[in-house]
């Protein structure tokens, strides 16, 4: 029925499963060692300010159809390389006006579901493989500030006044990419890989580089005060 996560250590190669119906309450630090953990929930709760760590080759699985709703500003975070976050469901931060981290090089996120961010922010320094959905609501932030090299075909909606900034690290956008809505999907350290034909929006280039061998067309407003375009591509405003 219930699974209430507070403390302590789930380890060894075994797996834990939250049912469908069942709720999942994630509160205060804990340690995924070495285990898989599911959530099927679809009203599974993390709360607080806490560090959740994964170790020793976990994943962490939030399944289809599951929610794991972030409403403080926790840390997710790995403590070796090789560590997994399956997002196939919908992973939203709500509630908490301060920055849930995604933290750590070695660290995987893939986001095949939907990645919402409904208040504060969201700062991602581990791998980001998005072949799902990013959106981000009125004035929420999401910022890329690691080193790490992500890439997939998904979508990225931004709403007035809301801000995806590449400021390190690497964005592969494959086939099937997009950036929709009024906010801004800013270039100001990192790179952006144009992989395949897209298109954007609303773009901002002061520093980095955009580079790729696909055509990157800008919809309604490119600014560009710094950084390189390069590679055998095509930007088309």
Same mark, same amino acid.
């Given at each position: 029925? $219930?699974? =209430? ?27 995924? *060692? ?9 009203? @599974? ?54 920055? =849930?981290?995604? $933290?750590?090089? %070695? ?8 990645? *919402?961010?409904?208040?504060? $922010?969201?700062? +991602? ?6 072949? %799902? ?15 790490? $090299? ?30 929709? %809505? ?7 350290? @990192? ?9 954007? *929006?609303?773009?901002?280039? =002061? ?11 800008? *919809? ?8 390189? +375009? ?8």
């Amino acid at each position: 029925t $219930s699974l =209430t996560w507070s403390g302590g250590t789930m380890t060894g190669g075994g797996t834990t499963v939250v049912a469908t119906g069942a709720s999942l309450t994630i509160s205060g630090s804990q340690t995924l *060692d070495g285990r898989t953990f599911t959530n099927n929930s679809a009203s @599974g709760l993390w709360t607080g300010n806490g560090t959740l760590t994964l170790h020793n080759g976990s994943v962490f699985n939030n399944a289809t159809g599951a929610v794991l709703e972030a409403q403080g500003d926790g840390t997710l975070t790995q403590n070796f390389n090789g560590q997994t976050f399956n997002n196939a469901g919908t992973f939203r931060k709500t509630t908490g006006t301060g920055t =849930t981290t995604i $933290s750590a090089g %070695g660290f995987t996120f893939n986001n095949t579901g939907t990645l *919402d961010i409904q208040s504060g $922010s969201v700062a +991602m320094s581990a791998v980001l493989n998005n072949s %799902g959905a990013v959106t981000l609501a009125a004035g929420r932030t999401l910022t890329f500030s690691g080193s790490a $090299s992500g890439s997939g075909g998904g979508t990225y909606t931004l709403a007035s006044g809301s801000l995806v900034d590449l400021t390190a690290g690497t964005q592969t956008f494959t086939a099937g990419a997009d950036i929709a %809505g009024a906010g801004l999907f800013k270039v100001s350290g @990192g790179t952006m890989t144009v992989s395949a034909p897209m298109a954007a *929006d609303n773009l901002a280039f =002061t520093g980095g580089t955009l580079n790729g061998a696909g055509t990157l067309t800008v *919809d309604t407003s490119l600014t560009w005060s710094g950084g390189t +375009m390069t590679g055998g591509g095509t930007t088309v405003v």
